[in-house]
Each structure stands twice: as structure tokens, then as C-alpha cells.
């Protein structure tokens, strides 16, 4: 009965290596000249490693799972180091041909808990460079493609919308930034996106305008914790000129007395002012102080006349 038992065994243990082998031979080879290919048996692959695909043999890896109709990926490609001049060289690169009414991501990356936490860092995308050529460091990297609407980089607090025309950058929801902001300022002004329009009274603007209080200051540098939660680094760099050089404004809490509307609050409590909005306070001011000039005026032709 022993002897019985050994050799169903050792008759079991090779029928099965007989399918495991048959069933990889069907899904992976290795050709001749040492690459491997995994489903992928039709010819000598150009990459090392291949999955569904000959590959591209400027890439050590390539996987491609080809056209999808659920939730998964398209194709990932890995090389570790590059060697040459002015040669494109990936780390990883990811990619999805549109079709259809797909949601698709060239590249994915996510880090949600489904509660609030107090610890721990995420990062969706993250993204270092540097000390390649001066002015060609990217840590993240955005280009828009084709002729469609749409923005190289997009952030929002507030879900998907549809970008109404051509940015490199397009922001829903507020953006903060801690140092000099260097661009041209347009602000959307259009009538049609306005309501409840009224002119500007002299209350509202001329009768105030003595009240405000101008000043000349300089900004207090913050701390702030950084990502390891226990040092202390500056808000503002403090070599900067914008840290460096005074600043001309008002006090928002004085302003808040006089003109309301213009402050708003963030979520950490700091008053903020909306000097855009005063532009129009002190042009109310000219204008009214135009119409007593030009009455002056009349006054003393008339005087001279006589």
C-alpha cells in the first residue's frame, strides 16, 4: 500500500509540472536572444520584458494590456538609468487612446482614507527636479495637446468643469500663494456674468474715503511646521525681495469698519483685502472731486469776467 501511494504521487506531481509547463509555454517565452515575453510569443521582442506586446527597444520593460472596455490600466513602460545626449529618457510613462465615452489617465495616482486623519502626509502626484540645465527643471510637467479646450495643469477644490478655452494653468476654487505672484493682471469684469448692478453713490465712496487709513509696513515672518512635523520652517522665504521690501496698504480690520464688502476671511482666520475692488471706490472719489473743480472754476471765470 505504501509503495501504492508513492508512485500516485509521484505520478500526480508530474502530470502536473506537464500542465503547468504546457500552460507556460503558452504565456511565457524566452527567445533566444535572452528577452522574455509574456503572452506575447509571435516574434523576438524589442524590449527585455514585454507583456502583449513586442515592445520598443529604447525601453528595458513595456506592458501593454491593449484596448479596455472596464476600469484598469493601458500600457506602462519602465527604464531604470539613460545614456546619450539630448535623448528622451523615462522613469516610467503611462498612456490611454481615447475612445468612446471613457474617463481616461494617462497616468493615476491617489492616496485617500475615507476619515478625516491628524497624521501622515499624501500626495497624489509627486514630483522632484533638478540640477539638469539651468531654466529646464520641471518637477511636474503639463502640455496641452490638439486643438480642443482644455488646460495643461488643472486643480480644483470643487469637481470637474469645462475649461471655456486654452490654459497652461486653469484653478477652481482659491489658489494661495506665499510669495510674489509675477503676472499680468486681467480680472472677468464681463456684464454678463453680473447681477444687481447699481451705480456707485457718494456715501459709498466720497464721504468715506477720508476715513481710511493708509499705511507703510513690512511683513512679519510666520513659522510653519514641515513635513517631518516636528522642525519649524520660515512662511516667507526671507531673502526674497517681497519678504524684504516694505509694503504700502491699509490695516484690513480698520478697512473692515469702513468697507465691509472689500474683506474676506480664509480658513485660518487671516483678514485679507480686495485691493481690485477699492479701484473703482477712488475713481468715484476723482469724479466727484472733478465736478466741484470744474464748478470752482466756472466760479472764478465769472469773477474774472466781472
Do not use: C
Not at 488643472?154 to 509675477?182: C, E, M, Q, R
Amino acid at each position: 500500500m505504501k509503495t501504492v501511494k508513492r508512485s500516485f504521487k509521484t505520478s500526480g506531481v508530474a502530470i502536473l509540472l506537464i500542465v503547468l509547463s504546457a500552460n507556460l509555454n503558452g504565456q511565457i517565452k524566452v527567445f533566444d536572444n535572452g528577452n522574455v515575453g509574456i503572452k506575447f510569443t509571435t516574434s523576438t521582442p524589442l524590449s527585455k520584458l514585454v507583456l502583449n506586446s513586442p515592445g520598443v527597444s529604447n525601453f528595458d520593460v513595456y506592458f501593454y494590456s491593449g484596448n479596455r472596455s472596464s476600469n484598469g490600466g493601458a500600457f506602462s513602460t519602465l527604464i531604470e538609468t539613460g545614456t546619450g545626449s539630448s535623448n528622451h529618457i523615462y522613469g516610467i510613462t503611462g498612456g490611454a487612446n481615447l475612445g468612446a465615452n471613457n474617463f481616461l489617465y494617462g497616468v493615476r495616482g491617489g492616496v485617500t482614507n475615507s476619515a478625516a486623519l491628524t497624521v501622515g502626509r499624501s500626495y497624489g502626484v509627486y514630483g522632484i527636479a533638478g540640477n539638469a540645465s539651468a531654466g529646464y527643471n520641471y518637477g511636474v510637467y503639463g502640455y496641452l495637446y490638439g486643438s480642443n479646450n482644455g488646460a495643461a495643469v488643472f486643480g480644483t477644490s470643487t469637481g470637474d468643469v469645462s475649461i471655456p478655452g486654452k490654459y497652461a494653468g486653469y484653478f477652481s476654487g482659491n489658489v494661495h500663494i506665499t510669495g510674489a505672484l509675477w503676472a499680468y493682471d486681467i480680472t472677468e469684469s464681463d456684464e454678463k456674468i453680473k447681477t444687481n448692478i447699481k451705480p456707485l453713490k457718494s456715501s459709498d465712496s466720497y464721504d468715506k474715503i477720508a476715513s481710511l487709513n493708509p499705511v507703510k509696513y513690512n511683513l512679519k515672518q510666520r513659522e510653519i511646521f514641515s513635513s517631518d512635523s516636528v522642525s519649524i520652517k520660515n512662511y516667507y522665504d526671507p531673502d526674497s525681495e517681497f519678504f524684504k521690501k516694505p509694503k504700502y496698504g491699509f490695516i484690513a480690520q480698520e478697512l473692515k469698519a469702513i468697507y465691509p464688502d472689500l474683506i474676506y476671511e480664509s480658513e485660518d482666520g487671516t483678514l485679507g483685502i480686495d485691493y481690485t475692488g477699492m479701484i473703482p471706490i477712488m475713481i468715484s472719489v476723482i469724479q466727484e472731486q472733478k465736478k466741484e473743480i470744474d464748478l470752482l472754476r466756472k466760479r472764478i471765470e465769472a469773477l474774472e469776467s466781472e
